[in-house]
């Protein structure tokens, strides 16, 4: 599979192999933090919010329906570095990160030549994993912002809403994002070890809601309220978190605010879009003045949405699954590919994992995911045919995304981030407390199932939902409880049902010897390194001679 696939890009690339430089693409990855797709220009935001994407995705793949595999930061990048679902593994809170024994695609690409160079933040490799998957990297991200526009206690200083900051927009002591770029630029000019993966997660759009003063108060209020319609609040159909007196309404205080308020919050998320795509621009011009723009396959995208002021509602929520939170954008261009693929819009659906799986076969590694290679069990869809070919995927995809929590250690003490007690100024303070509350069933487990048409969401313990995407692309309507679309709702649980049967386990590649072993038997390295295992915690571990 690798060698054709690497056939398929030589093949594409004749300028390069008349040149006689038949050397492997490098590739850069943007992936700032909680962009949501239908805020891009591009996505159709009747606002330009993203010149730079938009003149990118002139030249490059568009992936209309890219969703990610769970709503919150480091479950999200975990499950798209392993190709794997969050359940076959446990990677369901912020504190369980990928480990040493766990396959991953930027490994992968590390153990096959190359130079893996990381400016941004992590959410996702544990200390020991991350030197097996980097070669160099550098704790890069951040955006500048001012003090809350609310103070506390009042109503709205939970909105995570702030003042702009007087800070430059190209200022890299404030800007950890744009300081990344910058020292990525700088890297690129400076002849890098070749081929190379270049990974720039950022913080992006993150809240709190602030940012340099030019992208802050870019969008002004009264543009943002003629032109995008908020979804409105408190809908007695939806899950108990879009609740005014159970859900984040009611814990982060915010129904006494005025509407305007949550359409400044939409202008300022947007702002922060823009100033993500900014510093893409500028990203550009530093490949193309580095001469690597014709062998560097460059990619764009995030982990995860943001309510930004929907619904009445702020950040993401761990238990949520609305597109909002799970549709991402998506964009990549592939030197040598054909024309036709300039300007092409994918429409089938795809997952998150699709994007590294892919670019390790572009790199010409056989990540075949059915147990029948090196590198064993993953879910990754190969996205080559789009991506080369500008043909199209399967537009029958069904796509998945879970989240929330249902044991105890997951959301006590304090909520799945584990805040201090008592910290009542922290701004995830709220959402803690909304974790932890009905006997920790706050935030209820979740799987969602998704394809064009329709989309089902599943909570044991919850409120379960089934939209028609087609007529309620906004999610307004819950079809779960109405009659007449039951047969529809049993056919897509029961789609979940396979899902889960089929991917809940991974075997591993190893094979242990079936006899009893010598006695004494002196343990291994492994066994005595201290290295925290799937079911062990690292203050029970004991040294065994």
Not at 113 to 141: R, T
Not at 265 to 282: C, H, K, N, P, R
Not at 406 to 417: L, T
Not at 515 to 527: L, R, V
Request: aromatic share 12%; proline share 8%.
């Amino acid at each position: 599979m690798s060698s054709a696939i690497l056939l398929h890009w030589l093949l594409a690339m004749p300028a390069l192999v008349e040149a006689g430089q038949q050397q492997r693409m490098n590739f850069v990855f943007m992936f700032p933090d909680t962009l949501r797709a239908e805020s891009f220009s591009s996505y159709g935001l009747p606002l330009k919010t993203t010149p730079n994407l938009d003149e990118f995705a002139k030249t490059a793949v568009r992936f209309e329906q890219a969703h990610a595999l769970h709503t919150q930061c480091t479950p999200s990048r975990v499950t798209m570095f392993t190709g794997r679902y969050m359940h076959v593994l446990g990677h369901r809170t912020q504190q369980h990160l990928i480990q040493p024994y766990e396959f991953n695609y930027l490994r992968t690409l590390k153990e096959n030549g190359y130079h893996v160079q990381y400016y941004g933040k992590n959410d996702a490799f544990s200390a020991d994993a991350m030197n097996l998957s980097a070669s160099e990297w550098s704790d890069d991200h951040g955006r500048a912002y001012g003090d809350s526009t609310f103070d506390y206690p009042n109503a709205g200083y939970y909105s995570m809403l702030m003042d702009s900051s007087p800070s430059s927009k190209d200022n890299t002591k404030l800007n950890g994002d744009y300081r990344a770029v910058a020292k990525a630029n700088a890297w690129l000019k400076d002849s890098p070890p070749q081929p190379f993966f270049l990974f720039l997660p950022g913080k992006g759009a993150h809240p709190p809601y602030g940012a340099p003063a030019e992208f802050h108060d870019k969008w002004p209020v009264d543009l943002v309220k003629q032109k995008i319609k908020l979804r409105p609040p408190y809908n007695p159909s939806k899950p108990r978190y879009h609740s005014r007196d159970q859900g984040i309404p009611h814990y982060r205080n915010l129904t006494p605010l005025d509407e305007d308020v949550f359409y400044k919050i939409q202008a300022t998320y947007l702002g922060m879009v823009s100033y993500s795509d900014w510093q893409f621009g500028e990203l550009l011009k530093g490949i193309r003045e580095a001469g690597l723009e014709n062998n560097t396959a460059i990619f764009f995208s995030s982990d995860h949405g943001d309510f930004g002021g929907d619904f009445h509602l702020i950040e993401k929520w761990p238990g949520g699954a609305d597109d909002i939170l799970s549709r991402v954008p998506v964009y990549a261009r592939i030197p040598g590919a054909s024309p036709a693929t300039r300007g092409f819009v994918s429409k089938a659906p795809i997952s998150l994992f699709d994007v590294p799986h892919t670019i390790c076969e572009l790199a010409g590694i056989n990540v075949t995911g059915d147990g029948s290679g090196k590198y064993g069990i993953n879910f990754g869809t190969s996205l080559i045919p789009q991506l080369l070919h500008a043909q199209e995927g399967d537009m029958s995809r069904f796509v998945y995304s879970e989240g929330g929590f249902g044991f105890w250690n997951e959301v006590f003490p304090m909520g799945s981030d584990h805040l201090k007690p008592n910290d009542v100024m922290n701004l995830y303070y709220p959402r803690a407390l909304e974790e932890m509350s009905d006997n920790g069933n706050g935030s209820p487990k979740w799987v969602m199932r998704r394809n064009l048409t329709h989309k089902v969401v599943y909570r044991p313990r919850g409120d379960s939902e089934l939209y028609d995407m087609v007529s309620d692309p906004r999610e307004l309507n819950n079809l779960w409880d109405d009659p007449a679309h039951k047969g529809t709702r049993d056919s897509l649980v029961a789609g979940l049902l396979e899902w889960l049967v089929q991917t809940v386990d991974v075997s591993p590649m190893h094979a242990d010897p079936r006899e009893t072993p010598t006695y004494p038997y002196m343990a291994s390295s492994c066994a005595t390194s201290e290295v925290v295992g799937p079911t062990v915690r690292s203050e029970d571990l004991k040294i065994v001679v």
